[in-house]
């Protein structure tokens, strides 16, 4: 067989050669995908991350080599030095080297394998633990290779145009002070300092705001963050941002930045052209059309006011809701007259799980509506409120009559509900939105204050900033989103750079001045010596790039997530220390029978 073929060099890849290469000698390396023994004909498929090649062993022509690649089992690696040879059996339209073959003039097994745990293949029949537990096999699939392949170009893209946009990409302290951001920090305890914690980032905030303020005036960084909270599909405890600060700018230069950044990502990956500019939209536009801040414009179902319609209705539940200030909405559901009563309890224990008390309904037919709140409408009423949803025979209506904030949240999560089961979601649609104008505070009625929406930094609009001492829920921020077929894929705001601007700021959110130098104060001591006017946005990358393969989980995007419960099944953590380094850092747990 002579000398080691791993003297040599690999000459090309498994997913590399054609028809065009017939008759050059190559050296391939990789896995062993699959083998099929035909008696004195032998055919190994070796795969790397680039494809795979079919190579066939002649058990008369070279029963050494024969013999070797006999042994070899799925999932070995070997090395293979011989011929391409257009294949004699045929074209193989599933592969793409399926023209031609590798006929070996030498075989070296480099590494033998276990049985996997479960087969490396497109589709498995294996739990979602399972393949987290043996992550480092599940990352040698197609599917997660794929993502994690066109993770690495998204990132690749986005580091070439803000190059090309002067962006300077920057780097920001992973071990911090803790501020609050909104979540629950991750602390790492010091143990030169007795007693003292650093906190992970959630983001790099005020970092990047302190670039502005240095005079940096283009930063970004692909950046890992850190958030304690609780998890689901589309969240994990770390996570990536692309991070983006700009000085001397306006919202429409950050989102002008963006929008071309976004343009070109879809270009290159998926060779769509996105239309630009993207649409935009109020937050106030948002909740009154769609209930939520995220909609998802792919499909209608839109909310519908009718308080004005059913003020003064014999159906007290709606007309009781429209005198206590609040609203009745409704959405009209196309074909809906056809759900069963089953399938309206499943909806009506939804809207409750939002806080809704219940879930009114009706269906429309040719003689007019069906169903319990019929007896409470007229004919007249019922064409007023068909003619302002639109509501035709064969469809349905839904309302739900409550405090202002529950009838959005509950009809918008039920018009999401809807358009699942209804099949109206269609695919290969890429519907972005700017949501805008956001408020700049939200109104804790348990604590009887005020709290930034955004976080304390944010500008409130100019045209909005005397309401700050009459009426501070009214004020508008500076605040953008990016959403995406109804996921938040991206959020920032215009940041206050005026040091009265940011005290008044602090005065409505009840922080004192002491409170403001022991969180803030490198911040504040900052925008005292001197800051432009400056903005910015992060996306999420992982969102981003689970929204562009079409994968249904954050888990399938990350080469090693962590589960719903923040564990990581293939390295077991978090896991347990020794007494000695609890000692090193001054630390005494409580163990749960104390």
Same mark, same amino acid.
């Given at each position: 067989m002579g000398r080691f073929i791993t003297d040599d060099k690999r000459t090309h890849t498994c997913g590399e050669l054609r028809a065009d290469n017939a008759g050059e000698d190559v050296v391939l390396m990789g896995w062993?995908?699959?083998?099929?023994?035909?008696?004195?004909?032998?055919?190994?498929?070796?795969?790397?991350?680039?494809?795979?090649?079919?190579?066939?062993?002649?058990?008369?022509?070279?029963?050494?080599?024969?013999?070797?690649?006999?042994?070899?089992?799925?999932?070995?690696?070997?090395?293979?030095?011989?011929?391409?040879r257009a294949r004699s059996g045929g074209i193989n339209e599933r592969m793409a080297t399926g023209e031609v073959e590798v006929i070996p003039t030498r075989i070296e097994i480099l590494s033998r394998a276990e049985v996997p745990k479960f087969p490396i293949r497109d589709e498995v029949d294996a739990s979602e633990d399972l393949r987290l537990q043996w992550r480092f096999l599940d990352l040698r699939r197609g599917p997660i290779q794929r993502n994690i392949v066109l993770r690495a170009e998204v990132t690749h893209i986005v580091r070439s145009f803000l190059h090309d946009e002067k962006f300077l990409d920057l780097e920001t302290p992973i071990l911090t002070k803790s501020t609050p951001e909104g979540a629950r920090?991750?602390?790492?305890?010091?143990?030169?300092?007795?007693?003292?914690?650093?906190?992970?980032?959630?983001?790099?905030?005020?970092?990047?705001?302190?670039?502005?303020?240095?005079?940096?005036?283009?930063?970004?960084?692909?950046?890992r963050c850190f958030r304690d909270?609780?998890?689901?599909?589309? +969240?994990?405890?770390?996570?990536?941002?692309?991070?983006?600060? $700009? #000085? /001397?700018?306006?919202?429409? @230069?950050?989102? !002008? =930045?963006?929008?071309?950044?976004?343009?070109?990502?879809?270009?290159?990956? +998926?060779?769509?052209?996105?239309?630009l500019p993207m649409q935009? $939209? #109020? /937050?106030?536009?948002?909740? @009154?059309?769609? !209930? =939520?801040?995220?909609?998802?414009?792919?499909?209608?179902?839109?909310?519908?006011?009718?308080?004005?319609?059913?003020?003064?209705?014999?159906?007290?539940? /709606?007309?009781?809701?429209?005198?206590?200030? !609040?609203?009745?909405?409704?959405?009209?559901?196309?074909?809906?007259?056809?759900?069963?009563?089953?399938?309206?309890?499943?909806?009506?224990?939804?809207?409750?799980?939002?806080?809704?008390?219940?879930?009114?309904?009706?269906?429309?037919?040719?003689?007019?509506?069906t169903g319990p709140i019929t007896k409470f409408f007229d004919g007249d009423a019922q064409a007023a409120i068909n003619g302002a949803t639109g509501a035709t025979a064969g469809d349905a209506l839904f309302f739900v009559a409550d405090r202002k904030s529950v009838v959005s949240t509950a009809l918008g999560n039920l018009r999401k509900s809807l358009a699942a089961d209804l099949d109206m979601i269609p695919a290969d649609e890429w519907r972005f939105?700017?949501?805008?104008?956001?408020?700049?505070?939200?109104?804790?009625e348990d604590d009887?204050?005020?709290?930034?929406?955004?976080?304390?930094?944010?500008?409130?609009?100019?045209?909005?900033?005397?309401?700050?001492?009459?009426?501070?829920g009214k004020v508008r921020a500076r605040a953008y989103d990016l959403v995406l077929n109804g996921n938040e894929v991206g959020g920032g705001s215009i940041r206050i750079h005026d040091t009265q601007v940011q005290s008044r700021m602090f005065e409505v959110l009840g922080i004192d001045e002491e409170?403001?130098?022991?969180?803030?104060?490198?911040?504040?001591?900052a925008l005292a010596h001197g800051a432009p006017p400056h903005g910015g946005l992060a996306f999420g990358l992982d969102r981003l790039v689970?929204?562009?393969?079409?994968?249904?989980?954050?888990?399938?995007?990350?080469?090693?997530?962590?589960?719903a419960s923040a564990s990581c099944l293939m390295t077991e953590a978090p896991g347990p220390v020794d007494d000695d380094q609890l000692k090193d850092l001054h630390i005494k747990l409580r163990r749960p029978s104390e």
């Open positions: 062993v995908d699959d083998r099929r023994d035909f008696g004195s004909l032998l055919f190994l498929t070796l795969r790397d991350r680039y494809g795979v090649t079919q190579v066939t062993f002649d058990r008369d022509s070279h029963p050494e080599l024969f013999a070797v690649a006999d042994e070899s089992r799925p999932e070995w690696v070997v090395a293979i030095a011989g011929t391409v920090d991750y602390l790492v305890p010091s143990r030169v300092h007795d007693g003292q914690f650093y906190a992970l980032p959630q983001s790099p905030q005020l970092f990047k705001q302190l670039y502005m303020i240095a005079g940096y005036d283009r930063y970004f960084q692909i950046c909270e609780d998890l689901r599909a589309d +969240r994990q405890p770390e996570f990536t941002q692309i991070d983006m600060e $700009m #000085s /001397f700018i306006d919202v429409d @230069d950050i989102i !002008g =930045v963006c929008e071309r950044m976004m343009a070109r990502v879809w270009k290159e990956t +998926r060779g769509v052209d996105l239309p935009r $939209m #109020s /937050f106030a536009e948002a909740i @009154d059309r769609f !209930g =939520v801040d995220n909609p998802d414009l792919r499909y209608g179902l839109e909310l519908c006011d009718l308080s004005d319609v059913v003020a003064d209705s014999d159906f007290g539940v /709606f007309s009781g809701a429209v005198k206590s200030g !609040g609203r009745v909405k409704a959405i009209a559901v196309p074909g809906g007259a056809k759900f069963s009563r089953k399938q309206i309890d499943g909806y009506t224990e939804l809207v409750k799980r939002y806080g809704a008390k219940g879930l009114a309904w009706c269906k429309l037919g040719d003689e007019g509506w939105v700017w949501i805008t104008d956001f408020p700049l505070l939200e109104y804790d009887k204050r005020y709290y930034a929406t955004h976080h304390p930094f944010t500008s409130p609009h100019p045209d909005d900033f005397e309401l700050l001492d009459s009426d501070p409170e403001a130098q022991e969180k803030f104060g490198f911040l504040l001591k689970m929204l562009l393969t079409g994968a249904g989980s954050l888990r399938d995007v990350i080469a090693y997530p962590k589960t």
